[in-house]
């Protein structure tokens, strides 16, 4: 079992950047991929980014050369660096695991998520 809990959310304005972080709990953090995912009011939740366990990185093409994904497999924690923030990214974003490395831009793949942290980017 593996608890996920996003942190760094917050409101700033377009252009701006924010650091989103989740820690996972348990002691084999590095036999899961991670992804990041975010769902906007009425929408769908979407592919973010996502890092394998052996540090294979996939982003969307929507904030590919902006977001940048890592991990710190010591701290148990997976980052999401975002720069150049535009309105449109304004959602909440969620965090999340799987023991494989398979379609990891599907969230139907993953087997635990986070609760989230709140995005919002002014104009």
């Known amino acids: 079992q593996v608890q996920l809990v996003e942190s760094g959310g917050g409101l700033v304005q377009a252009g701006g950047s924010l650091r989103l972080s989740c820690a996972a709990s348990?002691?084999?953090?590095?036999?899961?991929?991670m992804g990041w995912f975010r769902q906007a009011p009425g929408k769908e939740r979407e592919f973010v980014a996502a890092?394998?366990?052996?540090?294979?990185?996939y982003y969307a093409d929507s904030v590919k050369g902006r977001f940048t994904i890592s991990r710190d497999n010591a701290k148990n924690t997976v980052y999401l660096r975002m720069n150049s923030l535009k309105p449109e990214d304004t959602a909440v974003y969620y965090c999340a695991a799987q023991p494989r490395d398979y379609g990891l831009q599907y969230a139907s793949t993953y087997d635990y998520w986070g609760q989230g942290t709140q995005v919002t980017v002014s104009s």
């Open positions: 890092i394998s366990r052996s540090g294979g990185i």
């Open positions: 348990g002691r084999t953090f590095s036999s899961y991929a």
